[in-house]
């Protein structure tokens, strides 16, 4: 798995580029989402990590957010991500 993914993503009917920079190696790696979207990775703040687990990207922080938003956001990178993944 490369250190760096270069990903796009489709949200709320838009579609949307995003990195995942490889933040902490473990087992499988942490990674730290950036939205290329100004208003997006603002909403996105604070909730950004995913966890690469058994090959599946899965989203590690926010779990309990209470904002819906940012769960479909969160939603829509990890799938995309996994999407890419399966690809390459």
Same mark, same amino acid.
């Given at each position: &798995?490369?250190? &760096?993914? %270069?990903?796009?993503?489709?949200?709320? $009917?838009?579609?949307? *580029? @995003?990195? @995942?920079?490889?933040?902490?190696?473990?087992?499988?790696? #942490?990674? /730290? #989402?950036?939205? &290329?979207?100004?208003?997006?990775?603002?909403?996105?703040?604070?909730?950004n #990590? %995913?966890?690469? *687990? =058994?090959? /599946?990207? +899965? !989203?590690? !922080?926010?779990?309990?957010? @209470?904002? &819906? =938003? #940012?769960?479909? +956001?969160? $939603?829509? +990178? %990890?799938?995309? +991500?996994?999407?890419?993944? !399966?690809?390459?």
């Amino acid at each position: &798995m490369s250190d &760096m993914l %270069v990903f796009g993503f489709h949200y709320k $009917e838009r579609f949307y *580029k @995003a990195i @995942a920079n490889l933040w902490k190696k473990s087992t499988n790696g #942490i990674y /730290r #989402i950036t939205v &290329m979207n100004g208003d997006l990775e603002r909403l996105l703040f604070g909730n950004n #990590i %995913v966890s690469l *687990k =058994e090959g /599946r990207f +899965l !989203a590690t !922080a926010g779990t309990n957010v @209470a904002d &819906m =938003e #940012i769960k479909q +956001l969160q $939603e829509a +990178l %990890v799938i995309a +991500l996994n999407d890419h993944r !399966a690809r390459n």
